[in-house]
């Protein structure tokens, strides 16, 4: 996770940070053990250790693994999806009130679930700040979860408060989430005195100013008081099943699996085609050769230079030796632009291959012509595929999402009229639309067939409506439709 992390942040500081240390590692066991981990480490680009430091000024990033998320993100939650329930209006309400923070909240876990492997979304309340519960995202890396049968039973959040400048002394506080014997969600609370490397010993939540709030909140056993529902206060929502590289390991096994797993060395491979591209056009920078005496001296220890600007010159005493070069040389190197381009192409491509996506979703569009909604689809079948892959793994844990903020709702914030055992459905749009009028002909196709309900033609022309604007819709269709006069009718 922290390689991913690194590729993600996209900073050289980063990139090095990680993988330097490793080359260094894999240099010093090269005798003892060949290939393996340690052997890809040490021929990664950004692992390699320069002789002089200045070298580092040849590495270049391009940013394809953020570029990837954020297209992962933008498939999903480009627009809300509709969480709708089919009987109770006052729960309907209560949950379009929840839409706005909520789909900002899964956007951005999405785009940090590509990355990581996966995300946790939690129920969290606080009367001081809203008066209604409303979801927070923790990351992947700051989380350690048990799993029974697949299914998230606990997990233990932590977050680091405070620390020395050495962190010899480090103060991390520590949440986790687990169930009671009758199923009730319990949340913990800890703060620990420890050291960079190490937990250390539990001291009061009053003794950190972060955690300060929580110690009047909890009982004895540092458990919240409040909030004690049905069903654990956090989801697991993978990016993509099933996890292949940690398959034999226990939590790994039932964890997501990241968009950028296995293309590591490819996205290496890229950002070292774009360094000596990057490295020709700065050696291929048109330079002329002077001899000493036509530079100027800029002073003691000032160095010297040559005026390319200049018009006149001194009168300079230079001998004119038949066959000589000139005293002036132009000095021009090649630039491989096309041989440098097609290797980044065929790179990015397989990466973004590899991933699972088609390059015509990160705009690899040859011709650029206007396509209808169907040879979108042709054109981006895997990406539309992997789309589906990560909806199955989003929908239930949207769903259970939903129905623990209502369960919390009730029970902390004591709002009436919320049906918490009615069925919560939820839809994801589709990202290939068709133009408005092609979406009306076919809705027109339907009605005159009386293939789908007037709810239904309504979604269809208006996916980003609420559940109450499809309805209050629809019965503005309905009553207009009762008022126009029948012309087969008068005189009859």
Request: glycine share 8%.
């Amino acid at each position: 996770m922290r390689e991913w992390s690194a590729w993600y942040e996209g900073t050289p500081e980063a990139l090095s940070a990680f993988y330097a240390p490793r080359q260094r590692e894999s240099v010093q066991q090269s005798e003892r053990r060949a290939g393996g981990v340690l052997g890809l480490l040490q021929r990664m680009w950004w692992g390699r250790i320069p002789a002089n430091p200045s070298e580092r000024i040849d590495q270049a990033h391009l940013p394809v693994a953020a570029d990837i998320a954020r297209g992962s993100a933008d498939l999903l939650y480009d627009e809300a999806p509709q969480i709708t329930v089919s009987e109770s209006k006052s729960t309907q309400a209560r949950i379009d009130s929840y839409m706005p923070d909520v789909h900002q909240v899964l956007a951005n876990g999405a785009e940090l679930g590509s990355v990581l492997g996966g995300r946790f979304h939690r129920v969290t309340w606080d009367k001081t700040v809203a008066d209604r519960p409303f979801a927070t995202t923790v990351d992947a890396d700051a989380a350690y979860p048990e799993f029974t049968w697949g299914q998230l039973t606990t997990v233990t959040f932590w977050y680091v408060v405070a620390s020395d400048e050495t962190r010899s002394k480090v103060w991390r506080h520590l949440e986790r989430h687990e169930l009671d014997a009758d199923g009730y969600g319990l949340v913990f609370h800890g703060l620990y005195e420890g050291t960079d490397s190490e937990l250390g010993q539990r001291r009061p939540l009053n003794v950190q100013a972060a955690t300060a709030p929580l110690s009047n909140l909890v009982d004895e056993f540092g458990a919240l008081k409040e909030g004690r529902t049905k069903g654990l206060n956090v989801v697991y929502v993978p990016n993509q099943t099933p996890q292949r590289r940690w398959r034999h390991h226990d939590p790994g096994m039932f964890l997501g699996r990241s968009d950028l797993d296995g293309v590591e060395a490819l996205m290496d491979n890229l950002d070292e085609a774009f360094s000596s591209w990057m490295r020709d056009i700065r050696i291929g920078k048109g330079r002329i050769i002077v001899p000493d005496y036509m530079l100027r001296s800029n002073g003691p220890g000032a160095g010297t230079t040559f005026d390319l600007d200049r018009t006149v010159y001194d009168s300079l005493n230079i001998p004119d030796t038949e066959g000589s070069a000139p005293p002036i040389i132009a000095q021009q190197f090649a630039i491989r632009v096309e041989e440098h381009l097609a290797t980044c192409e065929k790179i990015t491509q397989q990466i973004v291959h590899t991933a699972g996506y088609s390059s015509q979703t990160f705009g690899d569009d040859a011709d650029g012509a206007a396509v209808t909604a169907t040879e979108v689809k042709a054109r981006e079948r895997r990406t539309f595929r992997t789309r589906n892959r990560k909806i199955r793994n989003e929908t239930p844990a949207v769903r259970a999402l939903v129905a623990k903020m209502l369960s919390i709702d009730a029970a902390v914030f004591n709002t009436g009229g919320l049906d918490l055992t009615e069925p919560i459905s939820v839809e994801f749009p589709d990202t290939a639309e068709d133009s408005p009028l092609a979406m009306a002909q076919t809705a027109q196709a339907l009605y005159t067939a009386r293939a789908a309900s007037t709810a239904t033609l309504v979604r269809m022309q208006h996916p980003d409506w609420t559940g109450q604007q499809v309805q209050d819709e629809v019965q503005l269709i309905i009553a207009e439709q009762r008022s126009v006069v029948d012309p087969f009718t008068i005189g009859s």
